[in-house]
């Protein structure tokens, strides 16, 4: 009779605790096996001393949410893309489905208003399908394609023809063509639709549309570009703009830089170029006119004592500025390697939000180009730029005799309503000061 009793007390709380799995919405795999829970008769005599508990492999716990069941399926999601980044457009896929992938291997380019990011495959796997499709908006998180670990690559497959023409052997028999044709998926033929009647382009009172010609297309506009079009005009709008310009003649630092280019090179590894010089002579006039290197933010004036030129950089995509941090604590080799460094990685497109933040003064280069003159626009929240122009001999007047001399001209463009025309052209004249005769800034004179 106890030992009845006892058999219907266990067989009471076995279903119980089958009941407590089944509730458990983080518990899978268990099944009715309730003879698993419940002891033979014979053991019933000692339950005062033994317990039994559900099989620990009887359920598991989930515990990562972003593979499946199998932890075989991976997807790759928008990284972060900065602070003042929150969102880019998907401009191109660098992989398509089937393919093999590597962890951490880009597998797609996001365009940013300032640079442009990959998507990295966060295991090696083979690309399973693509959610998101080239030119969507996306933020970070948001997820572009799955991965999976057990797919295998997708192979070209060669016709039976080809095939037996590339070995050499006959071509396959009627019986095996047909095995091959019924192994192969069926493709059906694109179904033709009636072209749809173009809708009328959208027109507005400030911007007419000229009507659409033969040898005309019309293309979306990056954003990178809308970025540099959005700020240039914003600057125009903000700032009142003046530029003023000079000339310097470039005999003694080009026979600076031929006579010890060689050595240079040597001790640092990286040639002498003019664009150190302009920098640190830059940095020479920044010091001397501190309101040059100053902002305007709201009622207040924001001196900075410190010195971060922005170098502005054209590549494929369009304009970008990266930053040469503290300027001010570099001699030429830093300053020169560290161009080189931003200008490398500028043309990989490999620019971070990072290198381009900041900057409280900007040095562009368009003599590089060709250009002989020209008024740059100052990139905000700056309140200067230095323009550098194209190399030219010129006639010019040196202690009353007429020479041929290797000139430039100089511009900056300056905010002023922060900057009067006093200050502009003490910094630029002293720009031309220290690039005429170097020696100035070892003398610090």
Not at 361 to 369: K, Q
Request: aromatic share 6%; with cysteine.
């Amino acid at each position: 009779m106890a030992s009845r009793v006892a058999s219907g007390l266990l067989r009471r709380r076995a279903v119980a605790t089958l009941g407590l799995l089944r509730s458990h919405t983080h518990v899978r795999n268990y099944s009715s096996q309730l003879s698993a829970l419940i002891p033979a008769t014979s053991q019933c005599s000692n339950l005062t001393r033994r317990y039994y508990l559900p099989n620990p492999s009887l359920y598991q716990v989930w515990s990562r949410s972003f593979a499946s069941d199998s932890g075989d399926k991976f997807e790759a999601v928008v990284p972060f893309m900065g602070e003042s980044v929150t969102d880019g457009t998907l401009a191109n896929f660098l992989k398509k489905p089937g393919d093999r992938v590597e962890a951490d291997e880009p597998i797609a380019q996001i365009e940013t208003d300032k640079v442009t990011i990959d998507v990295a495959s966060p295991e090696a796997g083979v690309i399973e399908k693509l959610i998101a499709s080239e030119g969507d908006t996306v933020t970070p998180g948001t997820k572009v394609a799955i991965i999976s670990k057990s797919a295998q690559p997708a192979e070209t497959h060669v016709a039976p023809s080809e095939e037996a023409t590339s070995k050499g052997s006959s071509p396959p028999k009627v019986e095996e063509k047909s095995r091959v044709e019924e192994k192969a998926p069926k493709v059906e033929p694109p179904k033709m639709q009636a072209p749809k009647p173009t809708a009328p382009l959208k027109t507005s009172p400030s911007e007419p549309q000229l009507p659409p010609k033969e040898r005309e297309r019309r293309v979306p506009m990056p954003r990178l570009r809308k970025r540099i079009a959005n700020r240039l005009k914003d600057s125009q709008n903000t700032f009142a703009m003046l530029s003023t310009f000079n000339e310097v003649d470039m005999t003694n630092l080009m026979k600076l830089r031929s006579d010890y280019k060689d050595e240079f090179v040597t001790k640092h590894g990286v040639k002498l170029g003019l664009m150190s010089c302009f920098v640190k002579a830059a940095v020479s006039a920044l010091q001397n006119q501190p309101i040059v290197n100053a902002v305007i933010d709201g009622d207040d004036i924001i001196y900075r004592d410190y010195v971060d030129v922005s170098v502005a950089v054209g590549t494929s995509k369009g304009l970008v500025v990266p930053v040469i941090r503290d300027a001010d604590t570099m001699n030429f080799a830093d300053i020169e390697k560290g161009i080189n460094n931003l200008a490398k990685k500028a043309n990989e497109g490999a620019l971070s939000i990072d290198d381009m933040a900041g900057g409280t003064f900007t040095i562009s280069n368009g003599g590089v180009y060709g250009s002989l003159l020209s008024t740059p626009i100052i990139n905000p929240p700056q309140s200067s730029i230095l323009g550098m122009h194209s190399i030219v001999q010129r006639p010019v007047v040196v202690n009353g005799d007429i020479l041929a001399r290797p000139m430039m001209f100089l511009a900056l463009t300056y905010d002023h309503r922060l900057i009067d025309g006093r200050e502009a052209v003490f910094f630029l004249r002293r720009i031309k000061d220290v690039v005429e005769d170097p020696r100035r800034l070892l003398l610090d004179i």
